[in-house]
């Protein structure tokens, strides 16, 4: 049966924290500690999937992270149990039959029953000795403090320590022992006091590295602070031009805040993952510096004398790290004061202004799921990007590239449109509309189109007031339908071929593209205005402010710019220049603004997604 004599051998305490075993853990290396222990060193160093041991330093995998998932050593719990329901006999008395103790005196190392504590509290020179109640050692939440006998010399007190052998040793021992091997011997008092020296020195540097790291928390904020007060004045300066043309500008003020919001949750992200990280090193400290601390509560020797070494010299390692950089936050806010509200001086333009000093990058490269088979993309209701395949039907993603749903897997689609009630228009590769409920369930509606062979593939929108236009390449027009299906109610030509259609949100004007050329015209068959450029290949869309963006292929080098437009075409500004993009077999791109404000651009392999930055 396990005794309190197990105790004082130190048998049954853990190295690290000093007292009774707390659900025992074993590491590969056969060293065992406490569950809570093990876990605290492993939360210490939340990168790492193993736990280095204390005293040999070895490694055990924990790819889970869940240290109750090491081995139990059930025995040793066992004794555990059993100390802690064995009441310890008195150690103090003479008489034969010990009487139970009630208390431990720390300096004098005896457990004391009632009658001897009372002798013992009565005798002046004791009257300074530190007492415990037996019930906080069963509980093991207090380490005794003792000096053990030599085990070559049991009456001699283990009053040495030799360096060498990081042990304590009785006198005669070190003596004849360890000087004599070369060790070298100092006094136990002389090496606890130096411990004690060096616990404090690295408490008192952690205490001023964590003041550190907390005033670059704190400066962190003031960043924060700066930047809120920044985004703010241009969210005043668009609110304040946005009174003066209220009717006419009110989609292009959404648009612009929201790229002020987009811009402000980007600097937080950066914030954030700063202020995590440094909160995260201020939380290690504090878990090692605890670990550390434990050292002074009893004199450390053998395996607790290694495992306090090993959290000493990490503790030191960490502490002579560098300081944080407060120039990394600094950073984020001058990009931010970089940013400006330019208010658009044409009074009779959708306009508004722009916001200055931001830069787009892509923020997703995903490739498709159908290999070469792209054939259209649009804006669903929802907020999702819906691009349509050849073959596997339509694929929504969120504005992270993530894909979210795939409908109508066995069609092959050529064009999306959806009316104002939710149902969506599809156009197939035969050149057949088809309508459908919300829920994709599709309805008995039949549009009298013309054949492939006839007509060739074209666009397809779907404007403000639910008309459907359906373009043809080979005959070079247009046939609008009521969501009533039938005949057409109206046929347009423009003398282009239009391969892709958009729709303005606030007229009933549209854009066409005709390979190199996207064209402005009207719902009646006049065209307006043009845009072209040499050597690239036009890709237009429409933004819900009734802006236009147009991706400019370079086909020959998989290179695309993006320009903003005015709904009249006069050029506003560059979002992206020359990104490289991956070639594919076929020559066919899309591009689309989402509702958030991200811009899709879609190659028949690959949808990228360009977010400002």
Not at 268 to 295: A, D, H, P, W
Not at 401 to 424: A, M
Not at 439 to 455: A, G, I, N, P, Y
Request: aromatic share 8%; hydrophobic share 30%; glycine share 6%.
């Amino acid at each position: 049966m396990a005794t309190f004599h197990q105790i004082s051998s130190q048998n049954l305490e853990c190295p690290i924290c000093l007292t009774l075993f707390n659900q025992p853990r074993s590491l590969t290396c056969s060293h065992i500690f406490c569950k809570d222990c093990l876990q605290r060193i492993f939360q210490a160093q939340p990168a790492k999937q193993s736990i280095t041991c204390p005293i040999c330093r070895k490694e055990t995998p924990l790819p889970s992270g869940d240290v109750s998932k090491l081995q139990t050593n059930l025995p040793l719990s066992s004794m555990v149990d059993e100390v802690k329901t064995t009441s310890p006999t008195c150690t103090a008395c003479e008489m034969d039959e010990k009487s139970p103790a009630v208390s431990y005196c720390q300096d004098c190392g005896k457990y004391m029953c009632k009658s001897c504590e009372t002798d013992h509290s009565s005798w002046k020179p004791f009257s300074n000795h530190e007492k415990v109640p037996m019930s906080e050692v069963l509980s093991g939440k207090i380490p005794l403090k003792r000096r053990r006998k030599c085990t070559k010399h049991p009456n001699d007190d283990e009053e040495c320590f030799c360096t060498g052998c990081r042990e304590y040793v009785c006198l005669r021992c070190g003596m004849l022992g360890h000087l004599q091997a070369g060790h070298q011997i100092e006094e136990a008092a002389i090496h606890e006091e130096k411990l004690m020296k060096n616990i404090r020195e690295l408490q008192e540097r952690a205490k001023l590295k964590k003041t550190t790291i907390q005033n670059h928390i704190d400066f962190i904020e003031t960043q924060r602070s700066e930047i809120t007060q920044i985004l703010g004045k241009l969210n005043d300066d668009i609110d304040k031009t946005y009174e003066e043309f209220i009717k006419l500008l009110s989609a292009r003020r959404e648009a612009l805040k929201c790229q002020v919001q987009r811009l402000s949750a980007n600097f937080e992200k950066e914030f954030k993952l700063m202020e995590e990280e440094s909160r995260q090193t201020i939380r290690y400290m504090n878990t090692m510096e605890e670990l550390v601390t434990n050292g002074m509560k009893v004199p450390l020797e053998k395996d607790a004398l290694f495992a306090h070494d090993t959290l000493c010299e990490n503790l030191n390692n960490f502490l002579g790290r560098d300081d944080p950089d407060d120039q990394t936050p600094r950073g984020v806010t001058d990009r931010a004061q970089n940013i400006s509200f330019s208010k658009h001086k044409k009074v009779n333009e959708l306009r508004l202004g722009e916001l200055k000093g931001y830069t787009w990058d892509v923020k997703a490269d995903v490739e498709l799921p159908s290999k070469n088979s792209m054939n259209c993309m649009t804006l669903a209701p929802d907020g999702r990007m819906a691009v349509g395949s050849s073959s596997d039907g339509i694929f929504f993603y969120s504005p992270e590239g993530e894909l979210q749903d795939t409908q109508l897997k066995r069609v092959g689609v050529c064009g999306i449109g959806y009316l104002s009630d939710g149902r969506s228009v599809v156009y197939d590769t035969n050149n057949g509309i088809s309508l459908f409920t919300p829920q994709w369930e599709k309805l008995d509606v039949t549009f009298e189109t013309m054949s492939f062979d006839k007509s060739g593939h074209g666009g397809l929108t779907v404007d403000r007031y639910d008309n459907i236009y359906k373009g043809y390449s080979k005959p070079k027009k247009i046939q609008v339908f009521t969501p009533q299906g039938g005949n057409a109610v109206r046929e347009m030509r423009y003398g282009y071929s239009p391969w892709q259609l958009f729709s303005f949100h606030t007229t009933g004007n549209l854009i066409l593209r005709d390979f190199l050329t996207v064209v402005c015209c009207d719902g009646i068959g006049k065209k307006g205005n043009i845009l072209k450029k040499e050597s690239r290949s036009a890709y237009p869309a429409i933004c819900r402010d009734d802006s236009v963006i147009v991706a400019w292929v370079k086909e020959e080098d998989g290179l695309v710019s993006i320009d903003q437009y005015t709904k009249d075409f006069e050029h506003v500004c560059n979002l992206l220049t020359d990104f490289k993009i991956q070639k594919s077999e076929r020559s066919w791109y899309y591009l689309q603004e989402f509702e958030s404000g991200e811009i899709a651009f879609c190659t028949p392999d690959r949808l990228y997604m360009f977010d400002t930055i």
